[in-house]
Structure formats: C-alpha cells, structure tokens
C-alpha cells in the first residue's frame, strides 16, 4: 500500500515558478514509476509527467515540455515538479500517482494516488 500527500501548490504570476511535492509512504515506493496528473477546470485530468523508479527515466506531455522537471529522492520517498515559464493555462489541481509502468499516460495505470493540489497562474 502506498499513500501519497501533495504539497507546494499556490498563486503565481505568469512566467513564474513553483515547485511540487508529493510525499509517499510504504516500504516499496522506490520500485514504483510515479506521475504528475493535472485537472483544469472544465476539463478531464490530464498526464503530466512521470518518472522511472530509479529516477532515470522521464516522459512529459508536449504542453509542458522544456518548462517543467519531474524527479524523485527515493532517500526521502518524495516526488517533485519543478514548474517554471508558469502560463494562465497551466492553473490546475495537480495530482500525484504512484503506478507499475513508468511511461503510462493513462490514469488507469496508476494504482495510487493523492488529494491533490492547487495551482493558480495568474496573468
């Protein structure tokens, strides 16, 4: 069982950053692949990035590529998204996933998950 908590959400302006942090518990969480999930109002949630168990390995949806950084401290059991170049677009709540295939985009490949949280860009 894993259990995962989000945190580092809040207000930005457009072209700022911010930083993500998704703590994860249980013995096994350095063999999982996670994930960043994303839900803007009005619409489905959506892939964001994920990330290889040993951190190795990454994937990112287009819209964000070359603007946001996934990556993991298995040390700390802690998941992170750097985001940066922030657009209006990009306001969401973002979640965390814990799952078994770590180029996956669809949700049902992920097992676990956390509450959420929010980000609001501002223009």
């Known amino acids: 069982q894993v259990q995962l908590v989000e945190s580092g959400g809040g207000l930005a302006q457009a072209g700022g950053s911010l930083r993500l942090s998704c703590a994860a518990s249980?013995?096994?969480?350095?063999?999982?692949?996670m994930a960043w999930f994303r839900q803007c109002p009005g619409k489905e949630r959506e892939f964001v990035a994920s990330?290889?168990?040993?951190?190795?390995?990454?994937w990112y949806a287009d819209s964000v590529k070359g603007r946001f950084a996934i990556s993991r401290d298995n040390a700390k059991n802690t998941l992170y998204l750097q985001m940066n170049s922030l657009k209006p677009e990009d306001t969401a709540v973002y979640y965390c996933?814990?799952?078994?295939?770590?180029?996956?985009?669809?949700?049902?490949?992920?097992?676990?998950w956390g509450q959420g949280t929010q980000v609001t860009v501002s223009s």
């Open positions: 249980g013995r096994t969480v350095h063999m999982y692949s």
């Open positions: 996933a814990a799952g078994n295939t770590p180029w996956a985009k669809e949700e049902t490949r992920y097992a676990y």
């Open positions: 990330i290889s168990g040993s951190g190795d390995y990454t």
